[in-house]
């Protein structure tokens, strides 16, 4: 079924400039416009869309993302285009595969690698060593702003991170519409790039993100995102943040990504930069 671009948020529409290049709105939260660092969320989200018009171009596209991993080498500009090259690697009956990189001023900002999947019958089903949360539900929770799609409604569970000095967020996150399941998984993946620094930071309370960009240094280095049940994105899904380990100027964390009725729907993982920033550098940081 192909996917009605007029229908989808603006952010995931893209247009086509040039064979396989496909260019962006640009859509900055606060802190990126202070920093002028393309958010990462945003990269993987228009990523996925890219390849899948890339796709489209040939025809109707049956297969939705299985994976997607990007190296996140350099900060993105807002002030310059950001287009996205689709490079085809392979396409067969159940699966296929693509490279998207994101490039300015003739340099390499990001590559990401996207596996493809066609939906086929169970062979076999489990969820193995992993638990849905006990966080309470959406509606006891008061709504908060945060780093999820645009327009999407996101509510950091109480008693999680720096509330309880773990290192965990619980997130609640859903948008007012569904969309086809390439679209939701890129409006997911825009909401998986923003908390688990925070999470890494929550036990040490000498700092707070609200360091971050000014005495300490931080950014996502590489991050890594596998879907696996399907969701609809105007359904609530439980983000279960881990900041598992710390340490030599770096931070690894996981999640666990919930649909409210106990399916494990994704997961993610990111290595991060941590570290104290040069008191020479005077300013936001950029460099990585």
């Known amino acids: 079924m192909a996917i009605d671009r007029d229908e989808l948020p603006s ?18 939260h606060a802190d990126d416009i202070a920093r002028n660092v393309v958010f990462g969320g945003q990269i993987l989200a228009q990523m996925i869309m890219a390849a899948h018009w890339d796709r489209e171009v040939a025809g109707p596209q049956t297969k939705d993302v299985k994976s997607i991993h990007a190296i996140f080498a350099r900060a993105g500009d807002y002030r310059a285009p950001i287009v996205y090259e689709v490079e085809r690697m392979h396409d067969g009956r159940t699966m296929g595969s693509d490279s998207v990189s994101f490039s300015q001023g003739g340099r390499v900002m990001a590559r990401g690698l996207i596996l493809w999947s066609n939906d086929e019958p169970d ?5 193995l060593g992993v638990e849905m949360p006990d966080a309470p539900r959406p509606v ?3 709504p908060e702003s945060g780093l999820v799609f645009p327009g999407a409604t996101a509510l950091v569970v109480e008693g999680t991170a720096i509330d309880a000095h773990e290192a965990r967020v619980n997130l609640w996150t859903r948008f ?15 909401a998986t790039d ?12 000498e700092y707070s993100e609200a360091d971050a960009h000014r005495t300490i240094s931080t950014g996502v280095l590489s991050h890594t995102v596998n ?3 399907r969701f609809e994105a105007n359904d609530w899904l439980l983000l279960a943040h881990e900041g598992i380990w710390a340490g030599r100027g770096r931070s690894y964390g996981r999640c666990n990504v919930w649909a409210e009725d106990g399916r494990l729907v994704a997961t993610y993982t990111q290595d991060s930069m941590v570290r104290a920033m040069p008191a020479a550098s005077g ?3 950029r460099a990585m």
Not at 11 to 28: I, R, Y
Not at 194 to 205: C, E, Q, R, S, T
């Open 11 to 28: 952010q995931l529409q893209l247009h086509q400039v040039g064979e396989h290049g496909w260019e962006a709105e640009p859509e900055p």
């Open 283 to 285: 300013g936001p940081d």
């Open 176 to 190: 007012g519409e569904t969309f086809h399941p390439v679209a939701n998984q890129a409006i997911l993946s825009w």
């Open 194 to 205: 923003g908390y688990l620094i925070g999470a890494a930071l929550a036990p040490h309370a």
């Open 140 to 142: 006891t929770v008061p």
């Open 227 to 229: 879907f696996h049940d």
């Open 123 to 127: 062979l076999i089903r489990h969820t």
